[in-house]
Structure formats: C-alpha cells, structure tokens
C-alpha cells in the first residue's frame, strides 16, 4: 500500500506560480509511475504531468505544456509540480496518482493509489 499526501495548493493571481508536493509513505515510491491530475467544479478529473518511475520521463496535457513541471526526488520519496503562468482555467483541486509500472498512464483508471488532492485557485 501507498499513501499519498498532496500539498502547497492555495490562491494565487494570475501570471503567479506555486509548487506542488506529492510525498509518498508506506512503501518506497521509486518503482511507481506517478501522475498529476485536476477537476474543476462541475467537470470530469483530467491528466495533467506524469513523471516515470526513474524520472527519466516526463509527459504532459497540452494545456499545460511548457508551464507546468513535473519532477520527483526519490530520497524524499516525493513528487512535485511546479506551475507557472498561472491561469484562472488552472483553477481545480488538483490530485496525484501512483501506480507500481514501468509505462506511463493519463487515465484516471489506470491508477491504483490517490491522494486527498489540494486546492488551487487563480485569480483573474
């Protein structure tokens, strides 16, 4: 089992960034493929990042693409999300995902463990 705790959300204007912070406990995160994910009021949970169980590659929505990183230090066994240019549409609770696999997913089904996710807004 793998727990999941998400941090580092809140308000922000736009153009501002935050960092996100997935940390892992219960068992070590270095084999899992690790994914972000978000859902905005009234809308399905979408694929934001992913990062590689070695972090060797990262995968991104369009909508986020060069805006958003995503990178994981396995010593602390944690994953983050840095997000820049921030935009009122970034504005959701934004989740991380984990699933013991070498490949790399963007379905919300194809994760095994989740996090409580946090809450980001953007303010115009």
């Known amino acids: 089992q793998v727990q999941l705790v998400e941090s580092g959300g809140g308000l922000v204007q736009a153009g501002g960034s935050l960092r996100l912070s997935c940390a892992a406990s219960g068992r070590t995160f270095s084999s899992y493929v690790v994914g972000w994910f978000r859902q905005a009021p009234g809308k399905e949970r979408e694929f934001v990042s992913a990062v590689s169980w070695n972090g060797g590659n990262t995968y991104y929505a369009d909508s986020v693409k060069g805006r958003f990183t995503i990178s994981r230090d396995s010593a602390k066994n944690t994953v983050y999300l840095q997000m820049n240019s921030l935009k009122p549409e970034d504005t959701a609770v934004y989740y991380c995902?984990?699933?013991?696999?070498?490949?790399?997913?963007?379905?919300?089904?194809?994760?095994?463990?989740w996090g409580q996710g946090t809450q980001v807004t953007v303010s115009s």
């Open positions: 995902a984990a699933k013991r696999d070498s490949m790399w997913y963007r379905s919300v089904n194809d994760y095994d463990y």
